[in-house]
Nanobody, 127 residues
């Protein structure tokens, strides 16, 4: 399994922006489809965004469409989540996830699709 480490979380006011980054190591990054999930206190972990190996296929949860953008840089072994127009309800620990796949254009979105997880980075949005 690939090792994943997130960074970029912090405290931001409502309406502000943050960019989370996840760096992968241990395996060939380009072989992996990537995703971001989040978990708020007292709630289940939920899907945020998924990105294929090809970078041409993206999926987003309805609650982030038009506000968040997932991207990857295979040369740097990173996947980013650009978050705009943040709301207090976006407050959560954000986790990076990966799954090795032979499918070039598959953007996973189910938690069970992924087999590697980072420990997460805290995002807090104040009102």
């Amino acid at each position: 399994q690939v090792q994943l480490v997130e960074s970029g979380g912090g405290l931001v006011q409502a309406g502000g922006s943050l960019t989370l980054s996840c760096v992968a190591s241990g395996h060939t990054f380009g072989d992996y489809a990537m995703g971001w999930f989040r978990q708020a206190p007292g709630k289940e972990r939920e899907f945020v965004a998924g990105l294929s190996r090809s970078r041409n296929s993206r999926k987003y949860a309805d609650f982030v469409k038009g506000r968040f953008i997932i991207s990857r840089d295979n040369a740097k072994n990173t996947v980013d989540l650009q978050m705009n127009s943040l709301k207090p309800e976006d407050t959560a620990v954000y986790h990076c996830a990966a799954v090795k796949t032979s499918t070039w254009s598959w953007a996973p979105l189910e938690e069970r699709d992924f087999d590697s997880w980072g420990r997460g980075t805290q995002v807090t949005v104040s009102s």
